[in-house]
């Protein structure tokens, strides 16, 4: 079943990138449409209060010393030249006392109540649904403190209403059409951007099990995508690198197979040849027997190899004094150093937390190759002290003949040969190096090497116990 894919990284930009444009390009025309509404406005309360001046000189007049026709003549007189322009007067009692025109205007227009002038215009429709915009004032009436009058002035924005709806609707198909160019800007602009990536991404699919040495080229990729490429280029040399040792690996444990199986297939196709005696099938048998024994700890030494490898080694946390342990061990390799007269001695003494046995395999591996390489009235001398860090080491020193220089490092390497003088014997399955560093390791510990001089020296740190 082929796995649910999110949206693609293109289409989640340039929707970001449309979303960012049309948030802005909506800020953008409500300022617009706010300011030309607020400029109308001001138009319009500019001839308001202008003819609310008009009418407040007129009416400051005392009203009661003119005829009435007098006063509605000058009202009459300066509104002329304005054509939809209303204005009308009441009295205290809502008595209307002039109006050019039959208009009936909002409550709260006219409920001024303490305040004398309306500082903000009200806008509202008529009953034949045509727009107005109007102030109200209160005038006193003569100087002598007598009563006030109530004014009215509107103005029709027939006009300016047209106006603003043609304007807001060619204002908003402009941002849509702007909204749409600019996210097809904006993938534009993602796809040209993610070109790097893409190359990348062409550059990794040509990477197969026989170009492992390829790498990403960082300098041709920007320096947001810099960090990515080395990144996978730290992974492909650790792939490369993990592949190259099981290849070796497995070309190596084929090598050491080989041998025993072909030994047994021909000794076994020899025996089958013709009739033989009970003894002669006894030392066959015998010496297949040794064969499988020796493929035996190849293979148990593999698998625990293998573990290591996976970090499945969790040894046992005890005290251990190694001191004892490694005189234990020098004990039962006692009699192969009188065969060859080496001497073995011990000095030192420390303790650490450990798995026992492991580390008996460890040291026993480092004496057993000792042991194998020193020749006959040689010396092997085994230490143990702490240095100045607080680590126990364990040095096991044999006499012989020096290691060159270049092969110390690969020695701890599965199967690997220095020379003919080293091959393994029947006994060797030369894996004894490796799982002692393996299991080193595991301790928290650290292995290496020197020789020269005539004494080559292995060396364990491992971490000891803090009194």
Request: contains cysteine; aromatic residues 6%.
């Amino acid at each position: 079943m082929t796995p649910t894919r999110g949206p693609s990284l293109t289409l989640r930009l340039t929707l970001l990138f449309a979303l960012a444009s049309a948030f802005v390009l909506f800020l953008l025309g409500l300022l617009i449409g706010n300011a030309v509404e607020r400029h109308f406005e001001e138009q319009d309360l500019d001839v308001l209060n202008g003819k609310m001046q008009l009418a407040r000189h007129i009416l400051e007049r005392d009203p009661g010393s003119q005829p009435k026709e007098t006063l509605t003549q000058q009202l009459d007189d300066a509104l002329t030249g304005h054509h939809g322009l209303i204005v009308a007067v009441y009295d205290q009692n809502g008595k209307t006392l002039y109006a050019n025109e039959s208009m009936v205007f909002p409550q709260d227009l006219l409920s001024i109540g303490a305040t004398p002038k309306r500082e903000q215009p009200v806008k509202w429709n008529s009953n034949d649904d045509q727009p107005w915009r109007g102030i109200s004032s209160m005038v006193k009436l003569g100087t002598n403190g007598g009563g006030s009058y109530t004014v009215a002035i509107a103005t029709e924005i027939t006009h300016h209403e047209h106006f603003m709806t043609s304007f807001r609707q060619t204002l908003w198909g402009f941002m849509s059409m702007a909204t749409l160019a600019m996210g097809f800007l904006g993938w534009f602009v993602v796809r040209r951007g993610l070109l790097p990536l893409l190359a990348i991404k062409r550059q990794a699919a040509e990477i197969t099990a026989n170009r492992l040495h390829t790498r990403l080229p960082v300098e041709a990729i920007p320096r947001e995508l810099a960090d990515l490429a080395d990144t996978l280029n730290g992974m492909l040399s650790r792939l490369e690198e993990s592949f190259q040792r099981l290849s070796d690996f497995s070309s190596d444990l084929a090598h050491e197979l080989r041998t025993p199986v072909s030994n047994l297939l021909t000794q076994t196709q020899v025996t089958l040849s013709k009739a033989r005696s009970a003894d002669d099938y006894r030392d066959i048998l015998a010496s297949n027997a040794e064969e499988f024994e020796r493929l035996s700890r190849t293979i148990s030494d593999m698998l625990f190899l293998a573990k290591a490898d996976n970090n499945q080694i969790i040894p046992n946390q005890e005290p251990i004094n190694l001191a004892e342990e490694i005189g234990d061990l020098l004990e039962y390799y006692d009699v192969l150093a009188e065969e060859k007269s080496v001497a073995l001695s011990l000095s030192g003494g420390g303790q650490i937390v450990g798995d026992r046995l492991m580390l008996r395999r460890a040291v026993s591996n480092l004496l057993s190759n000792a042991l194998r390489h020193t020749p006959n009235e040689g010396k092997v001398t085994v230490r143990v002290e702490k240095n100045s860090e607080g680590r126990i080491l364990v040095s096991v020193e044999n006499t012989g003949s020096d290691i060159p220089a270049e092969h110390l490092p690969r020695l701890f390497d599965r199967f690997y040969r220095v020379d003919s003088s080293r091959l393994r014997t029947t006994e060797n399955s030369g894996l004894g190096l490796a799982i002692t560093q393996s299991i080193v390791f595991a301790h928290g510990g650290d292995v290496g090497v020197n020789s020269e001089g005539g004494k080559t020296r292995f060396t364990l740190s491992l971490p000891c116990i803090h009194q």
